[in-house]
């Protein structure tokens, strides 16, 4: 087949898979690397309670502070990491590092959650729930305060040891959120029997809201269902204030996104936390009716 096609459509052909392979090689031997120099770092994004515009807790997204290449965000390694398994020790890094940070983060009167990502691999290791409570008792931060984010897909490749791990989890009071939700194929019925407490909506159902082509059934066949299920919505990608205005008004209780601030270092994120700036928006401002 390659032969009928010409000399130089091969060359071509070989040339970019032999580039991409070697890509993913090099990410993967540097990627190592980074996990035993520290290279990686977390930076940390509100969440917000959508009627008193208050933050009711922080995610933590990992970023790559390369060498050469500058800071990378998760999408250039994060798929690399799962392919080579490094995904594993890197999630038990960032879930350690997280707890560490959340644990700072209750010095103060408001005692924010720390949401972390967790990918399916971490989920179906049968030591994740061991990892998980040393993570909490080495930092100090309490179970009620941790959140552990999971994709649809991640939380049903394994469900029967995902399920044995979470429901394990929250008996110690952690709570589980459905990361993205909408994208993948959970059922109605599928996720009555699941151990989770929060839905995160995807952001490519908000970027339907307020804009030109707005588009809300989507939004209010998902808020209905968390309600049925007695979980809370969190709305992430959150970036206009009629957004934000819309879902206040039909039943989301949290958001999430640059209205009202981008992922920050832990010192920013301090700061937001400290009074006065707690408050990200006048929670008049959701309250108005839009013309
Ligand atoms: P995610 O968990 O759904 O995180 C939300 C992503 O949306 C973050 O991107 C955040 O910066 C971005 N975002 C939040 N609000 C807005 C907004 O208003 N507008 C726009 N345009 N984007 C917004 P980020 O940090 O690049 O992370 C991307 C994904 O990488 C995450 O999606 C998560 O799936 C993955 N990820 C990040 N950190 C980790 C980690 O520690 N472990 C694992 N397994 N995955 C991670
Ligand atoms: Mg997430
Ligand atoms: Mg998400
Ligand atoms: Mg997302």
Wanted: with cysteine; hydrophobic share 45%.
């Amino acid at each position: 087949l390659a032969k009928e096609q010409g000399k130089g459509s091969v060359a071509v052909y070989d040339h970019s898979l032999h580039a991409r392979a070697m890509d993913e090689l090099s990410v993967r031997i540097q990627l190592r690397q980074a996990l035993a120099q520290e290279q990686l770092v977390l930076h940390f994004q509100p969440t917000v309670d959508l009627d008193t515009q208050e933050i009711t807790g922080f995610e933590a997204l990992v970023r790559w502070n390369h060498p050469e290449r500058g800071q990378l965000p998760p999408a250039d390694f994060i798929a690399v990491a799962e392919q080579s398994g490094l995904i594993v020790p890197l999630g038990t890094w960032v879930l350690r590092r997280a707890c560490a940070a959340g644990a700072e983060l209750q010095a103060g009167a408001v005692r924010p959650t720390m949401a972390v990502n967790v990918a399916s691999q971490q989920l179906s290791d049968p030591a994740f729930a061991d990892l998980v409570l040393a993570a909490l008792a080495d930092s100090g931060l309490p179970a009620d305060r941790l959140v552990l984010e999971i994709t649809e897909t991640a939380l049903l490749a394994d469900v029967d040891s995902a399920v044995t791990a979470l429901s394990r989890l929250r008996t110690h009071g952690i709570r589980v959120a459905i990361d993205d939700f909408g994208t993948g194929y959970s059922s109605l019925s599928h996720l009555s029997r699941l151990p989770i407490d929060v839905l995160k909506v995807d952001k490519s159902f908000i970027d339907r809201l307020g804009g030109a082509s707005d588009d809300t059934s989507l939004v209010e066949a998902i808020i209905a269902m968390s309600a049925a299920l007695n979980l809370v919505l969190v709305a992430e990608g959150i970036e206009l204030v009629e957004q934000a205005r819309w879902l206040h008004r039909n039943g989301s209780q949290q958001g999430q996104g640059f209205l009202w601030s981008r992922p920050v270092e832990l010192e920013r994120a301090q700061l937001l936390l400290g009074s006065g700036v707690r408050r990200l928006l006048e929670p008049v401002e959701l309250a108005l009716v839009p013309a």
